[in-house]
């Protein structure tokens, strides 16, 4: 049974920071992608930031410069580094992992259960 658990949530003031958690249990994840989404209310989910398994990352345009994925293998964690937080930036982060075959087609996927982020202050 493959679980992603996300921590680090939380409420932050404009400007500040946060440092999101995902745990997956799970043999041989250096082998697999994984992705933090958001879904702020009334709103679709959105990619936010993505890390394949040799450590390539891309970024949604609205988090480039602000967020930074990263990941220890041997903790079999991915971490979301979040900077200059906006308003805007409040919503629920999810954690998914994911392989993709050799089309570049998702041959799985796996959610967490999400944490709050809210910018306020």
């Known amino acids: 049974q493959v679980q992603l658990v996300e921590s680090g949530g939380g409420l932050v003031q404009p400007g500040g920071s946060l440092t999101l958690s995902c745990v997956v249990s799970r043999s041989n994840f250096n082998r697999e992608s994984v992705a933090w989404y958001r879904q702020a209310p009334g709103s679709l989910r959105e990619l936010a930031a993505s890390?394949?398994?040799?450590?390539?990352?891309t970024y949604a345009d609205f988090v480039k410069g602000r967020f930074t994925i990263f990941r220890d293998n041997a903790k079999n964690t991915v971490y979301l580094q979040m900077n200059s937080l906006k308003p805007e930036d409040t919503a629920v982060y999810y954690c998914?992992?994911?392989?993709?075959?050799?089309?570049?087609?998702?041959?799985?996927?796996?959610w967490g259960q999400g944490t709050q982020v809210t910018v306020s202050s």
């Open positions: 998914n992992m994911y392989r993709l075959n050799i089309f570049n087609v998702r041959q799985y996927e796996y």
């Open positions: 890390i394949n398994k040799q450590g390539d990352t």
